[in-house]
């Protein structure tokens, strides 16, 4: 279980597998103001960070793998603050729409 | 050194060979499978053999060349000439790296520089729309990276959008990202979804651009899987680069090792057996002497003895000598990469051909060749060979030819460069050197046409118009003169302006046994080699004429200019009020006598060349050592009298 979610926070442990993107996108959309914990998380997959990407949950701790916490978070951060990859015109990627598939 | 290194040490040098001629012949029958085969596959196992150890810029670069010559064997490529250019210039650079770590202490620091502009010069010669995005035309995002990351060096922008279902087929883009070497930024984005869908967690929409400083070629390697999802643009170095002059920094060393024929060790070998058993009978000699022997008895044993000891070091020292003779094939070989590579640079067509004759020389002999060779090389290059639509002009071929012969003449190792150039004209060198204050305009009017020529060999001369990056650059004519007389040799320039220029170079073949006289100068021994003194005389002081503040005397009914040994050596000269002691020398075409103190023996001594701090020193051609331990400096007559 790398996905646990303890008030609003969910945190994300260890290595995050692509099975973790479900997890995460339903918890993140259960709550819309969660906050998200990495700081015991060792790996992201590219499917977490586009759930994380996507719903832009504030982000707490920093991890210890150096790729997450030099390249991965600052990338989500800009994203977050829109000095990302600027996003096309017809583009709405920060209102989720959102209907998980149970 | 690790073992390993020392073999690859030995084994790189001649892979770089391999490849580089199996190259240039490419070039010409580009159709060649066999050629890009061997060039291939001495690429491949430098390649293999760099990977054994930790040399990532070297191991890099030869990958992407290696990638280029298999897309080159499976006919994506054509052998065209940047792209056999960009794979010589990784040879060339793989020899200065093979040389920097035959020094010891790995790879000098621009290593990760120079790969990088070696793997882009691979790129360079790779498709069309490659070659768009280096010359300048950057696509917008690539712009947008280049704007976050202003940093001075060339760098990679990589723009990964993966495919919908790429999390199904198991791929993880963004931490794919961890392999691009040089990873200086990430960037993510989201594509855009159909408005209305529901958020699908395992559907990829994410946008990966990433900016780097390992190369393009390191790029297409880490996404090769994906190549289809990736854009890569190069984003060139906001500051220029200068980039390093052709050639330089190269072959301070050729033949660092000595490959041995089996047969001359074993021959070797036999010759100290005898020696062991020549020692053997001495003691025993030794011991029948202390029994009261009769002493005439033990003398001529001795004798004996003595006679057969001098007949084996004879035979060992032939035979050692004989060791260190090596082909010149090897260093000549290195040679058309080098010029081909020049003329390149000048914007020249040139042919170069080589002709080794299978001759062979001292290992130092050639090892002190590359450097002036080369020189010799880009002038004729530079200089010699006329631009291509000057030479049409001329009614010359587009190419220029440019030969380059070895042979062994009457015991001496007789090297030629020839060019089809413009030759020198003698006019322009008297212009140039009275311009530099060299010589009087009396002096140079009394100058012959090949006199004339003769002065490009004064220090401080050359007419380049303009210091071009390959030659002019203050190492003039006289430095290559200076290099081959170290080496016991001599330089001669033959020149027919509009037809081209010749350059005769004559060196010892071997530094074998020399027969020198020895004389005696202000207390000081100097060897005069033997074939250069023609007669040793006593000249009665009265003999000898005053010419204003020269001295001259009469020989054979000629008139002879009378020198003083010590003085030429810049000792005191020699002081007597009877008889002088003279040699009669041959300098050249003339004829000089030198006085000296005495005359004492004769002798065959192994000549050294110099080298340290001697080497260099004018009018000493080496040294050798006498049998009481004291050096001998063997002097060079031609350049201490000229």
Redesign the interface.
């Known amino acids: 279980m790398t996905v646990r979610t303890d008030h609003d926070t969910v945190f994300l442990e260890g290595d995050c597998g692509?099975e973790d993107?479900?997890n995460?996108?339903s918890a993140l959309?259960a709550a819309a103001s969660a906050r998200v914990d990495l700081s015991s998380c060792r790996?992201?997959?590219?499917?977490v960070?586009?759930?994380l990407?996507?719903f832009q949950p504030s982000l707490d701790g920093s991890p210890g793998d150096s790729?997450l916490n030099g390249?991965?978070l600052?990338?989500?951060e800009?994203?977050a603050a829109g000095t990302?990859?600027?996003?096309?015109p017809?583009?709405?990627?920060n209102t989720?729409?959102?209907?998980?598939?149970e | 050194m690790d073992e390993l290194l020392a073999q690859f040490l030995i084994e790189g040098p001649d892979l770089v060979q391999q490849g580089s001629d199996a190259l240039l012949a490419l070039e010409r029958r580009p159709d060649d499978r066999t050629l890009m085969d061997d060039a291939f596959r001495a690429i491949h196992t430098l390649k293999g053999s760099v990977g054994l150890f930790n040399f990532p810029a070297m191991a890099a670069t030869l990958h992407a060349a290696e990638d280029v010559l298999s897309a080159v064997r499976s006919g994506v490529r054509a052998p065209d000439r940047t792209t056999i250019d960009a794979l010589l210039s990784v040879l060339t650079q793989t020899e200065r790296w093979l040389s920097q770590l035959e020094a010891g202490g790995g790879l000098a620091d621009d290593a990760g520089d120079i790969a990088r502009r070696l793997a882009e010069q691979l790129n360079a010669s790779a498709a069309a729309p490659t070659q768009a995005v280096l010359s300048g035309v950057l696509p917008e995002?690539a712009m947008?990276l280049r704007h976050v990351n202003p940093s001075s060096g060339a760098l990679t922008a990589i723009r990964y959008t993966?495919f919908d279902g790429?999390?199904f087929s198991g791929?993880?883009?963004?931490?794919l990202?961890?392999a691009m070497p040089g990873?200086l930024?990430?960037?993510?984005?989201?594509?855009?979804?159909e408005?209305?869908?529901?958020?699908?967690?395992?559907a990829?929409?994410?946008?990966i651009?990433a900016v780097a400083t390992g190369t393009a070629a390191e790029a297409k390697s880490v996404f090769r899987l994906v190549s289809d999802q990736v854009e890569i643009a190069v984003l060139p170095a906001t500051e220029a680069k200068v980039p390093d002059r052709v050639g330089e920094a190269e072959g301070q060393g050729v033949i660092r090792t000595l490959r041995i024929d089996a047969g001359r060790v074993e021959r070797l070998a036999s010759l100290v057996d005898d020696l062991v058993t020549a020692r053997t009978a001495l003691t025993s000699l030794s011991s029948l002497a202390t029994t009261g022997l009769d002493p005439s008895a033990v003398a001529q044993a001795l004798t004996a003895q003595s006679e057969g000891l001098d007949r084996l070091v004879s035979q060992m020292h032939q035979q050692v000598m004989a060791l260190r003779m090596t082909s010149v094939a090897p260093l000549l070989r290195r040679f058309p990469r080098v010029a081909r590579e020049l003329a390149g640079s000048l914007g020249k067509d040139i042919d170069f051909v080589v002709e080794d004759n299978g001759v062979e020389a001292d290992k130092k002999v050639i090892e002190g060749l590359f450097e002036p060779l080369t020189h010799l090389i880009r002038n004729a290059i530079d200089h010699g060979v006329e631009a291509p639509q000057a030479r049409e002009r001329a009614g010359k071929a587009r190419k220029g030819a440019i030969r380059l012969t070895a042979n062994a003449v009457a015991g001496q190792l007789e090297l030629t460069l020839e060019d089809d150039g413009a030759g020198i004209d003698p006019a322009a060198i008297r212009v140039a050197a009275r311009a530099r204050g060299l010589l009087s305009a009396a002096a140079l009017g009394s100058l012959d046409d090949a006199g004339a020529i003769d002065l490009i060999f004064m220090a401080g001369f050359s007419t380049a118009r303009a210091v071009t990056d390959v030659s002019g650059r203050g190492v003039g004519m006289d430095a290559v003169k200076t290099a081959v007389q170290s080496l016991g040799g001599r330089i001669v320039l033959d020149s027919t302006p509009g037809l081209g220029t010749t350059v005769h170079l004559r060196l010892p073949l071997s530094l074998t046994l020399t027969k020198v006289l020895i004389v005696v100068s202000d207390r000081e021994p100097y060897g005069v080699p033997m074939d250069s003194v023609l007669e040793t005389l006593l000249v009665p002081a009265d003999a000898v004429t005053v010419i204003r503040s020269g001295r001259a005397f009469n020989w054979r009914d000629q008139t002879v200019p009378l020198l003083s040994l010590g003085s030429l050596v810049g000792r005191d000269a020699e002081t007597s009020d009877a008889d002088l002691k003279v040699l009669v020398i041959r300098v050249g075409p003339d004829l000089v006598g030198v006085t000296v103190d005495a005359i004492q023996d004769r002798a065959d001594v192994a000549v050294r060349p110099l080298d340290g701090l001697l080497a260099g020193m004018p009018g000493v051609s080496g040294t050798t050592l006498l049998g009481d331990g004291r050096v001998l400096m063997i002097l060079d007559p031609e350049a201490l009298v000229g």
């Open positions: 692509v993107a479900e995460l996108a959309m790996q992201l997959h590219s499917a960070v586009q759930a990407l996507t790729f390249f991965v600052p990338a989500l800009r994203a990302g990859i600027p996003s096309s017809e583009q709405t990627p989720p729409l959102l209907e998980l598939p | 995002w947008a993966p790429a999390y791929d993880d883009p963004v931490n990202m961890k990873l930024d990430i960037r993510l984005g989201l594509r855009p979804t408005a209305g869908a529901p958020y699908d967690p395992f990829c929409r994410l946008i651009e």
